[in-house]
């Protein structure tokens, strides 16, 4: 059974020597009392829950999967999840970055953030319960009206209830515009909603008394296409105005899909006959208040793969240093054993690193983005908080694109450092890969993350977002630049960023002949500008490694090796990917559909 060790040195790291955020915190005021020993002892505290708790089920629960009962739609997730998550509940999790005027603790997201890295790594399934809860939160929490927000807030910061998210229906995935589902108004002020929604994780289940639904639905006469969705609070059990729960709603799991990953989450098709819901924002206006929530999501599907990539590589590096298998080819590095250990091969360490480098990158953007964030919630500043704003806009896409991509990589590189045991269920690489490959798809495409990041994102603005992003590392490759000691960090870092710069310009000229230019080179860019980031901060990194490593600390010396690898073997994918974007359209649409 695979093990998880909570990666708390490298988060310390992160959050205190990185980012520096008590400091940051400090200019925030819901955030300045926040100091580093309880960020630490929170990071402890969260990682015994996840390795202790929750670790030990997930591979039981991958084997076991959820269970629909028919007759009365009712859904059992595996053994041990519904006694973790009132373990969850009683230490308080949900409430940990939830506004105090509902009962939560409200500390930033960026310390909520690294907790979920450590359950995501711990047990994606079961994680995925509560997970959605924070979107639905969000979502309330911006557009619920008085009475929503007193009446389902605390009950979703508190954890008694869970939320979904209910978009997709069995003909229309990512274009929400073709939805059908509908919204009879009622006497009372209140909606009676039919229609079907299918993939709703954590639709149904029985770990909390209760699950709301962020239903998206068309009014009578509501106009076609995306500017005619409404979105609808629809709780499991009709909910009194004092917070009591009453008789069931209309709305049902009819279904659970039969998945390659995730077999422990309940995704459902849900059903809805004349489910009472109540209307959340404005009419016709649901895509706004929805997408608090899906952008919520984003950032947290990209934290799924975080955690996927660091459980995967301990346990890949654990299995390296064990296994013996053939002799090193410049002589034997294990005399004494009849074999050396794996480790000491070449690829087998190419591989091993591929994943380290994908974690420890995506760490620190995760983190630096999630303190933007909680800079846009909580700054003084009005500029501070619209420039922080226009920053998370930019990244989520990244981080939801880029991350996942590279957790697909890295846990299919990590099994295969097991060979054939890789393949085998018991050893529990097998899962993390599976688990990996729907975090490419879900909460929108890893395409469409990319069309919204270049067309939306970087040419709807003439590139001042990523410009302002840019500044950053201009500054600090000019701040470096005289230093000898970073000059293999700060000069691939300058390369990158030049070629970024002229391949946006080049990008922008032909979408201005052509917008499907932009589908053509949007997913090679994401990656190229994800490269971009990641260079950014491992830089960044590296510049406090060499400061530190004649304290004898081993960190500061794995850290720089971590950083050298990422430069001299991953980021020359770059090369390639901008070559495939000034390849262009024509490539893609010469040949004939009959043909295809």
């Not at 954890?159 to 073709?178: K, Q, V």
């Not at 003439?462 to 500044?471: E, M, V």
């Not at 490759?477 to 691939?492: H, K, L, R, S, Y």
């Not at 491992?538 to 060499?546: G, Q, S, T, V």
Request: net charge negative.
């Amino acid at each position: 059974m695979p093990q998880y060790t909570p990666p708390l040195r490298d988060m310390q790291f992160v959050l205190h020597e990185l980012l520096n955020v008590v400091d940051e915190f400090k200019m925030i005021p819901a955030h300045a009392e926040v100091d580093a020993d309880t960020i630490n002892a929170v990071l402890e505290e969260g990682g015994k829950f996840a390795s202790e708790v929750i670790a030990p089920i997930n591979l039981s629960g991958d084997s076991e999967g959820c269970a629909l009962d028919r007759s009365t739609h009712e859904v059992t997730p595996p053994k041990g999840f519904r006694e973790a998550y009132a373990t969850y509940v009683e230490g308080g999790w949900p409430a940990l970055s939830c506004d105090t005027a509902y009962g939560g603790q409200g500390l930033p997201h960026t310390l909520n953030q690294f907790f979920y890295e450590m359950l995501n790594s711990a047990n994606q399934a079961w994680t995925m319960y509560p997970g959605l809860s924070h979107g639905a939160y969000e979502a309330l929490h911006a557009h619920g009206t008085p009475e929503q927000k007193a009446v389902y807030l605390p009950k979703l910061t508190s954890g008694e209830w869970t939320g979904t998210m209910c978009l997709t229906e069995p003909h229309c995935g990512t274009d929400l515009g073709l939805l059908r589902t509908k919204a009879e108004p009622q006497a009372d002020g209140t909606y009676a909603l039919t229609g079907q929604k299918i993939f709703i994780s954590a639709g149904e289940h029985n770990l909390a008394a209760n699950i709301v639904h962020l239903v998206l639905a068309r009014l009578p006469d509501a106009p076609a296409g995306s500017k005619g969705i409404s979105l609808f609070l629809v709780p499991k059990f009709k909910v009194a105005a004092d917070g009591s729960i009453g008789e069931r709603n209309g709305i049902f799991c009819s279904g659970l899909e039969h998945k390659m990953g995730i077999h422990a989450n309940s995704t459902c098709q849900m059903t809805l006959e004349g489910a009472v819901g109540t209307l959340v924002g404005e009419p016709n206006k649901g895509l706004a208040a929805m997408f608090v929530m899906m952008n919520t999501a984003r950032l947290g599907v990209g934290n799924q793969s975080l955690g996927l990539t660091e459980v995967a590589y301990q346990n890949a590096v654990a299995y390296a240093k064990d296994r013996i298998q053939m002799r090193s080819l410049s002589g034997p590095k294990a005399p004494d054993k009849p074999a050396d250990p794996i480790i000491v091969h070449p690829d087998v360490r190419k591989m091993l690193l591929t994943a380290r480098a994908y974690a420890e990158g995506a760490r620190a953007l995760q983190a630096y983005t999630v303190l933007q964030l909680d800079k846009a919630l909580g700054s003084d500043d009005e500029d501070e908080r619209k420039a922080c704003e226009a920053e998370v806009a930019l990244l989520t896409p990244i981080i939801k694109a880029f991350f996942t991509d590279n957790g697909w990589i890295a846990t299919s590189h990590c099994m295969q450092v097991f060979g054939g045991h890789g393949y085998i269920h018991e050893w529990g690489m097998e899962q993390f890969v599976r688990d990996a490959r729907i975090n490419m798809i879900y909460e929108g495409t890893n395409t469409i993350q990319s069309l919204d990041l270049l067309g939306r994102k970087v040419l709807h603005n003439n590139g001042a977002t990523l410009k302002a992003f840019g500044k950053k590392i201009i500054d600090f490759v000019e701040e470096e630049g005289v230093n000898e000691a970073m000059q293999e960090f700060v000069n691939p870092l300058a390369d990158i960023g030049d070629k970024v710069t002229k391949l946006t310009q080049e990008l922008g000229m032909k979408a201005f002949g052509n917008p499907d230019e932009v589908g053509a080179a949007a997913v090679d860019y994401l990656r190229v500008v994800g490269h971009l980031c990641f260079s950014y901060f491992f830089a960044r990194m590296a510049k406090i490694a060499l400061e530190k490593q004649a304290s004898g600390d081993p960190f500061y010396k794995a850290k720089l090796a971590t950083a050298r690898f990422y430069f001299a073997k991953l980021l020359p994918e770059t090369a390639g990917l901008i070559r495939s974007c000034r390849a262009g359209l024509a490539p893609l649409m010469e040949m004939d559909e009959a043909l295809f």
